[in-house]
């Protein structure tokens, strides 16, 4: 397993954009200066993730990632809200592959951390690390190095420490990474130690608070990332990229603030 660690319920799938097929793809791409061919990225995902439309308050971190990438890396940004590894379109899924990337991300944790009773939910030692196994397994079939990225943590605390509600499915993604020799960037701790470094006043600009968490009534949102948040977790998940793929690293890469 390679770890990157150096650094520092809720779904809202119909503001996502939804412009994925296999011929048309949302993708950030521009032609910089270098004999290295361009880099190509595929992301599978929730709503953490996705791409949402403009006049949406959230971002995910999958839309701000190319912002700390070279200029000519091309990101298909496939990830949905309300999706688990149980519940990914397996249509999607072979657009990404027949797509041809060199590496595809997959993040997943949040919905199938869900109840039981709902359709997403997965158990994170079993069927949750049973999903994942597939998801390598076709990804490498399809000539597709894979990236497992654990889940990012919630803007949640006690006692003035982030919560770790996702641990258990963070903990299982890592178990298949060892398993099976996957590249890992360990996004559940690297966003942990971030929002304890800043703390819980420090990060309220990350989430859309104002948004009421059905959950939690009058906690908030503070699952989905605005562009301040999701600006931050793609730098992590940028740091993570370099120390598998150091060729894309950039100057624009920074410690969060």
Same mark, same amino acid.
């Given at each position: 397993? /390679? ?5 520092? $319920? ?8 939804? *412009?994925?097929?296999? =011929? ?21 995902? !929730? ?25 000519? *890396? ?27 990337? &060199? ?8 919905? !199938? ?8 939910? *997965?158990?994170?030692?079993? !069927?949750? #690390?049973?999903?994942?196994? #597939? ?6 079939? @399809?000539?597709?190095?894979? /990236? ?19 641990? #258990?499915?963070? &903990?299982?993604?890592? @178990? ?35 948004? !009421? ?9 503070? *699952? ?5 948040? =999701? $600006?931050?977790? @793609? #730098? ?10 150091? $060729? /894309?690293?950039?100057?624009?890469? $920074?410690?969060?603030?």
């Amino acid at each position: 397993m /390679i770890t990157s660690t150096s650094l520092y $319920r809720i779904g809202y799938p119909l503001l996502c954009l939804l *412009t994925f097929t296999a =011929a048309s793809t949302a993708t950030h791409a521009v032609t910089v200066s270098g004999a290295v061919a361009p880099l190509k990225l595929a992301l599978i995902g !929730d709503s953490t993730v996705c791409d949402y439309k403009p006049t949406s308050p959230m971002r995910g971190w999958g839309q701000l990632l190319h912002e700390f990438l070279p200029k000519d *890396t091309q990101i298909t940004n496939a990830a949905r809200g309300g999706l688990s590894t149980k519940t990914f379109p397996p249509d999607r899924w072979q657009g990404v592959l027949a797509a041809k990337p &060199d590496y595809v991300l997959i993040q997943f944790g949040h919905n !199938d951390s869900h109840a039981k009773d709902k359709p997403e939910s *997965t158990a994170a030692a079993t !069927d949750y #690390r049973d999903n994942l196994r #597939r998801f390598v397994r076709e990804a490498r079939v @399809a000539g597709v190095t894979p /990236i497992l990225v654990t889940p990012v943590h919630r803007r949640l605390y006690k006692n003035g420490h982030p919560t770790n509600e996702l641990g #258990r499915y963070a &903990d299982a993604m890592k @178990a298949v990474a060892t398993e099976l020799d996957v590249k890992l960037i360990d996004l559940h701790a690297t966003s942990g130690t971030l929002f304890d470094r800043l703390g819980e006043d420090g990060t309220e600009s990350y989430t859309v608070n104002k948004l !009421d968490n059905a959950d939690r009534p009058g906690l908030g949102d503070r *699952t989905h990332f605005t562009e301040t948040g =999701a $600006r931050e977790i @793609a #730098r992590l998940v940028a740091v993570g990229l370099t120390e598998i793929e150091p $060729r /894309i690293a950039t100057d624009e890469i $920074r410690p969060p603030r």
